[in-house]
């Protein structure tokens, strides 16, 4: 089978305003033609994010609140509703239940219930969502707060079991899968058992190793490469893949 080439790799969440040059990492990304979704982890950093994103064909910004940063940052719920309207894009939002912000849990359940009700009422936006050690609770408030065709959902290296990942395909979230996922036995069965039109790539630079150097952009390839390892494809099929489900997850 011959497949269309293209030079188009997606890296649907990183963090381009956590790198030393903020302005450089997205002109690199333009440059590379990488179509990338920037979250932010805070309201307040949407603003830069989306000024210097609106200005290129490859990167959107994302208007996040960090579940990690709830303890500290709720009251910013009421900037995140201010700039909702601006954007298609929402993320880094969701739940985090690892012992660390375990503390916090009930107001994060608080502040996503509200994300996911705006989002709703809102209409049409794509949501790059944060699910650590929570998943069925993360899957529970979407299902509940998010009515069918509302809006999308793309799980963010998902940690969930097979039978959540199942759950969350019939949903019909999508699921962004970075290299370091590939690394772990558990988590690439997983991979392996997700509807192929419903996957993307992500680096969730600068978070995960050796994707970098030089404080320049994580590289995406290797996410995509080690999909073409699991999957016995070539690269090139991939490509065409990732490119389709990018298609169907924004038309």
């Known amino acids: 089978m011959t497949y269309r080439r293209t030079a188009q790799l997606v890296d649907f969440h990183c963090?381009?305003?956590?790198y030393p040059d903020h302005a450089a990492a997205v002109a690199q990304r333009e440059r590379e033609c990488v179509f990338t979704l920037t979250v932010t982890t805070t309201p307040k950093a949407f603003p830069r994010n989306k000024e210097l994103a609106d200005r290129t064909h490859y990167v959107r910004a994302a208007l996040g609140l960090h579940p990690q940063l709830v303890a500290d940052r709720a009251q910013e719920l009421l900037i995140w509703k201010e700039y909702l309207p601006s954007t298609r894009y929402v993320g880094e939002v969701g739940?985090?239940?690892?012992?660390?912000?375990?503390s916090s849990f009930e107001q994060q359940k608080s502040v996503f219930a509200e994300v996911l009700s705006a989002c709703a009422i809102a209409g049409d936006k794509i949501i790059s969502v944060h699910s650590v050690r929570c998943a069925k609770v993360v899957l529970d408030m979407i299902e509940a707060k998010l009515p069918v065709g509302s809006s999308r959902v793309v799980l963010h290296w998902f940690t969930g079991s097979a039978a959540e990942a199942r759950r969350a395909a019939e949903?019909?979230?999508?699921?962004?899968?970075?290299a370091e996922m590939l690394r772990n036995e558990r988590s690439a069965r997983l991979v392996h058992s997700l509807p192929k039109g419903r996957i993307l790539t992500e680096t969730d630079g600068p978070f995960t190793r050796g994707e970098t150097s030089g404080g320049a952009p994580?590289?995406?390839?290797p996410a995509?490469?080690?999909l073409a390892k699991l999957f016995s494809w070539e690269h090139e099929e991939v490509d065409?893949?990732?490119?389709?489900?990018l298609r169907a997850l924004l038309s």
């Open 15 to 18: 963090h381009l305003d956590l």
């Open 171 to 178: 949903m019909g979230c999508f699921f962004s899968i970075n």
């Open 240 to 245: 065409v893949c990732l490119n389709e489900n």
């Open 95 to 102: 739940l985090d239940a690892g012992r660390r912000f375990y």
């Open 224 to 226: 995509r490469d080690g």
């Open 218 to 221: 994580a590289d995406v390839k």
